[in-house]
């Protein structure tokens, strides 16, 4: 027997089919956009000379990129190899870049028109950036260059131990300064008549001190002498860039919070400076009333210290309110974790003192 279908199923039946149209039309109506390719970039030595963002066949951009600095890094290798016999080739679909018989770069209409330039003028503008680039890189690695800087690092070399020695001695008097009291002036801490800490205890602190500050500072100055040693050969070069950028980024970002933060600052300390004279102001109005120079119906003169302590703590909260965003970090997920952790410590601890 024929049955008809629930409302369930008709409703189901025609959610499917209008999903499955408006997907249809979608994908007929707006065809998927092309993803741009990744650009490349071609480095000589550790330097971008140019960047590849078009694609020859199936060689992506950065694969062609990479190709061809191998070619590059190849030949400044090989001095003997003179660069000024590199030249332009022009051909029906691209301009070759060529040195003798091996091709270094193609150039092709598509690479010109994502410069917007003639094609010829491209590779001519790339042909000589490469010349110059190998003809330094030569000269850097060359063994006159390579002798200078070996001297210059064994310089450097002698200049840390001369370091490291003149801090032994400066750390050595220190710690027999501080073991001998330092002339008597290191002494027990006493708070009245109880001995809070001990004078050797004091001593010991002082050492553990010293001892931290020369770890910190042999650690430092080893960390600037690395860098500077390797920054000197092309082929740790890298390696001192990485370091410096470990220190200088975070420098960086902690100069750039500083700067951003000045005009804040400027608004916390108006806000400040109001809220003070505000406190000021609630408190004489309070004394007042606690001296029963004012007085108002209803209200006791002993309930003005209460009343001026519970103004104060919303006044204080008020303001804290305000300043809080303009503090640095106030929109970090930490920031506003901890802010909230100690709002909740807040509520438990005063729920006593404000009943």
Not at 105 to 129: F, H, I, M
Not at 215 to 242: D, S
Request: hydrophobic letters at 50%; a positive charge.
């Amino acid at each position: 027997m024929f049955k008809l279908p629930s409302a369930r199923d008709l409703f189901r039946t025609l959610s499917i089919g209008l999903c499955f149209l408006s997907g249809f039309n979608v994908n007929a109506g707006n065809p998927p956009e092309s993803v741009s390719p990744v650009p490349g970039q071609v480095k000589v030595g550790g330097e971008a000379l140019f960047y590849i963002t078009e694609k020859i066949g199936s060689f992506s951009p950065i694969q062609r990129a990479d190709a061809i600095a191998q070619r590059l890094n190849h030949l400044v290798e090989r001095p003997s190899i003179d660069v000024a016999q590199i030249q332009n080739q022009e051909l029906p679909n691209s301009t070759d870049i060529v040195l003798e018989d091996q091709i270094l770069v193609s150039v092709t209409d598509a690479d010109a028109k994502t410069l917007n330039l003639p094609r010829g003028e491209v590779a001519e503008k790339w042909r000589t950036v490469i010349s110059a680039s190998i003809e330094h890189e030569r000269s850097v690695r060359s063994k006159k260059n390579l002798a200078l800087h070996f001297a210059l690092a064994l310089t450097i070399t002698l200049a840390l131990f001369l370091i490291f020695f003149v801090l032994r001695k400066i750390f050595e008097r220190t710690y027999s300064l501080i073991e001998s009291g330092l002339g008597g002036f290191i002494r027990s801490i006493r708070f009245r008549n109880l001995e809070v800490l001990r004078a050797d205890r004091v001593t010991r602190s002082l050492l553990g001190i010293a001892r931290i500050s020369r770890g910190v500072l042999t650690f430092f100055v080893l960390y600037f002498y690395f860098p500077l040693v390797l920054g000197l050969f092309p082929q740790t070069e890298k390696w001192a860039n990485r370091l410096y950028g470990y220190i200088l980024t975070p420098l960086k970002t902690a100069g750039k919070v500083v700067e951003d933060f000045i005009p804040n600052l400027f608004f916390i300390i108006v806000i400040i400076v109001i809220g003070r004279f505000v406190l000021k102001f609630v408190r004489l109005f309070f004394n007042e009333v606690t001296a029963g120079h004012i007085q108002f119906s209803g209200f006791h003169q002993e309930w003005g210290l209460p009343t001026y302590k519970l103004v104060r703590v919303l006044i204080l909260a008020f303001l804290l309110v305000v300043i809080f965003p303009y503090l640095p970090g106030s929109g970090s997920p930490a920031f506003q974790g901890i802010s909230v952790f100690f709002g909740i410590l807040l509520s438990f601890g005063s729920t006593s003192s404000i009943a």
